[in-house]
């Protein structure tokens, strides 16, 4: 069998396993729904830490048989807080709730996220919006769509006249990356038009891939929360690094998704 045809038989593979990832996600996001619209209070971090495992569970019951059952041989990445690089083969890299504290909340911005990686690439993502229905997809290779239809990054070449965004990658962060965070928001408000400041990740990311904001970054972060993003990017057109501008890996500290035009500019921006 020639190259060329095994190239295409894995695609088309690759494929059909992204459409069921879809269905997964969907139906994941369906569960959750169902727990959405009141706050749930808490009084300690422990309720806290309880109330965000029940709606992960919840998700995972459905995510894991469904996705093992598609790709039986792929590992299965527990803790969606991991960074780094992963064993060499397939991996499921999932956020069951990202956004979670959002859900927990009664705001809007969550979803249900799953990325295929092999040997340390993200091949296919899908990340699905209960509350809106949209499920983004992308595909190494075939482009990135929403609900079908193709996404591309915005053709801004001006950061004075770009919305940028950025997010907090986890609680209790250090103090350096914390300082550093800060730094960046107060040199991006002066050089970008609007900055957008919030959780989660990803969310931030699926507009950059839509062409709705130009930029987005982030100092240390997750696989789950920047793998599916930075697909969603890269087929959309958009230029990924580390804040510097060098060749982001999950082992970077920091992380940068723009239009091509701008990345330049954002680049000098963060660098400061």
């Not at 009141?38 to 830490?49: A, C, G, P, T």
């Amino acid at each position: 069998m020639s190259e060329t045809v095994q190239t295409t038989d894995v695609a088309a593979l690759d494929a059909d396993v992204l459409a069921q990832t879809a269905v997964a996600v969907r139906e994941a996001g369906s569960a959750l729904r169902e727990r959405f619209g009141e706050v749930v209070r808490y009084q300690s971090r422990d309720e806290l830490m309880r109330a965000l495992a029940a709606n992960d569970e919840m998700a995972l019951d459905i995510l894991r048989p469904r996705l093992t059952c598609v790709r039986p041989d792929a590992g299965w990445v527990e803790d969606e807080l991991d960074g780094g690089a992963l064993p060499p083969g397939e991996w499921w890299v999932v956020d069951p709730a990202e956004g979670n504290v959002n859900h927990l909340h009664a705001l809007p911005e969550w979803a249900v996220t799953a990325t295929l990686v092999r040997e340390n690439q993200p091949v296919l993502t899908a990340v699905h919006l209960p509350l809106t229905g949209e499920t983004y997809t992308a595909l190494t290779g075939a482009g990135a769509h929403l609900d079908g239809r193709p996404l591309h990054v915005s053709q801004s070449a001006d950061l004075g006249l770009s919305i940028v965004a950025t997010s907090q990658a986890r609680p209790d962060e250090n103090e350096k990356v914390v300082r550093r965070v800060g730094a960046s928001i107060t040199a991006m408000l002066f050089d970008a038009l609007v900055v957008r400041t919030a959780v989660p990740a990803t969310l931030h990311l699926l507009n950059v891939a839509a062409g709705r904001i130009d930029a987005f970054w982030q100092f240390a972060g997750a696989r789950a929360d920047l793998l599916p993003g930075a697909l969603l990017v890269t087929e959309a057109g958009g230029r990924i690094s580390d804040a510097d501008g060098r060749a982001w890996t999950p082992q970077s500290e920091s992380f940068l998704a723009t239009a091509p035009g701008v990345h330049a500019e954002a680049v000098a921006t963060l660098s400061r």
